[in-house]
């Protein structure tokens, strides 16, 4: 992916979404906000139904959906495909086990070389206790090998970072935020060669 497609999925993320959840989107195709961005950014807008691509002027583009339960979805010319959403992303990895509660927000990126990353946040108003242990069991439980962690539990919070190596690298993290607990995985997949 050229680095100029690279700075244009992040700002047709924020204008997709600027459209999308405005509901600008159904507005015509040369709405007054469409001919904004174009004339601001010389990336050209088109809108149809609940799909917005962006083309900048080197003719690369950048699709933007938002599906009906919510998800984006975004497709660059090279064909990596970002989705973001409440909830587990359905590509993540059977192989990456998670701890017992629900999971807030997903991220998923598959890069067109085949390399993937999903990023997970999960929310909980319960305490941290335990929870970081729970998930090192749950991960070398299931083959992942433990290459470095930190666990800080002071008067100011409690806080542990680790990551494991397995099928995939993970980094697994759990934190007091203040009004509970929030936990976050990192998978990446393990490129070959």
Known sequence: ???RTRALVPAATCLGALLLAGGLAACS?????EKAIEDQTGVKVDEDG????FTDEDGNTTEFSEEDDGWVTITDEDGSVYTQGEGLPEDFPSEVPLIDLPVTFGISSLEADGSSVHMLTIE???????LYEDGVAELTGSGFVEENSTVMDSSDGYWAFGTFIGAYTVTYSVGDDGEGCAVSYTVESIQKG
């Not at 195709?29 to 906000?33: A, F």
């Not at 909980?124 to 335990?130: A, E, I, K, L, V």
């Open 1 to 3: 992916m050229s680095l």
């Open 124 to 130: 909980s108003d319960t305490s941290c206790d335990g």
């Open 50 to 53: 609940g799909e917005v691509t």
């Open 29 to 33: 195709p040369e709405s007054i906000i």
